[in-house]
């Protein structure tokens, strides 16, 4: 009975995950101006997404959640700014962080932020820039604007020179999240094999003496008569 609890537990393992990483893909509101360069087209759209350890909490307010981002990945048809080749900063200069509030669900739904190219950023050096916000109602795009500060080598570009060579554009409005559950995928057991039926031993048929005597005789017939026509 024992093993027969152990084999159901086993069966339904793979269908639970544990620790079960969220997704939250970003889809931003058309571009509708274009300030500066032709990098950028008319109806261009920002799509993203960050990827959490575990579900955001529902009802959030104004929560830094930057600890909880396992993987991130942004792009504006132009550039694409990721983990490992981007840095996230708050628009508002609280460093490092990715502020967010959530609704009932835990979907996000207030956000302000800067996407940058990688670090480090130097005085004059051209810097790329998302920046995404829904206190601002827009999504504003930057391609290769010279960096007029002077940043720390851990610290992204704090202003930006307008002006020279580059490309700029917005959204007119605020875009969207969705929750995508994630975690490890589901693979379903493998069907039970079942075993080969064992194929019944077939009897060997046997004669009776009767049978056994009625066909020596007719060995010795048909021997006999075979003999007179050879003679």
């Not at 840095?87 to 956000?111: C, E, H, R």
Request: glycine share 10%; aromatic share 10%; charged share 15%.
């Amino acid at each position: 009975m024992a093993s027969g609890k152990l084999a159901a537990v086993l069966l339904f393992l793979p269908c639970f995950s544990f620790g079960q990483s969220t997704r939250y893909e970003y889809t931003g509101a058309p571009v509708e101006r274009i300030d500066a360069g032709t990098a950028y087209v008319t109806g261009a759209v920002v799509t993203g997404f960050i990827e959490t350890t575990s579900p955001l909490p529902a009802n959030l307010v104004d929560v830094d959640i930057g600890a909880q981002i396992s993987d991130w990945s942004f792009n504006d048809t132009v550039n694409t700014v990721a983990a490992g080749a981007g840095i996230f900063y708050d628009a508002l200069g609280a460093g490092p962080q990715l502020i967010v509030s959530t609704d009932a669900t835990g979907n996000i739904v207030s956000w302000n932020f800067f996407l940058y190219s990688p670090l480090p950023h130097s005085h004059d050096a051209p810097i790329d820039r998302m920046w995404l916000s829904f206190v601002n109602s827009r999504d504003e795009l930057v391609n290769d604007a010279p960096c007029r500060s002077f940043p720390a080598a851990d610290t992204p570009c704090s202003s930006l020179l307008f002006g020279r060579g580059y490309s700029r554009a917005s959204s007119l409005a605020a875009g969207q999240w969705q929750i995508i559950p994630g975690g490890p995928p589901v693979v379903p057991p493998d069907p039970p094999v079942e075993p080969p039926v064992p194929l019944s031993p077939r009897a060997v048929p046997t004669l009776s003496p009767a049978a056994i005597a009625l066909l020596v005789g007719l060995v010795c017939v048909l021997g006999g008569v075979r003999g007179r026509k050879l003679w």
